[in-house]
């Protein structure tokens, strides 16, 4: 399966648009201390609610540290009938070097 994946500038346009759902799928310490801007953490615990619970024609951005483990999740929102998922290359390493991020 090819996951589509976007730049940070992409994923950018996306949440200044306000039509995607940003999710981050890294350690609760690292999603405490530092996310994107009204990014939900998924993890193991809410997964099957944020499956069950979210439009999934609503576009998707996955990310994690650096845009590997984020390309797994991404295939697993597809497999579970999400139509418009992609996961951010360079994940938030690379866009807390360029854009604005937000800690809890």
Partial sequence: MEIPQIEIHQAKE?????NA???DIRDPGSYQAAHIP???HLHDGNVQEFVQNTDKQKPVVVYCYHGNSSLGAAAYLIENGFK???SMSGGFEAWRQVYAHEAE
Avoid: H, K
Wanted: net charge negative; charged share 20%.
């Fill in 14 to 18: 996306r949440l200044d648009q306000e």
């Fill in 21 to 23: 759902v940003f999710v």
């Fill in 38 to 40: 009204g990014a939900l």
């Fill in 84 to 86: 418009n998922v992609a």
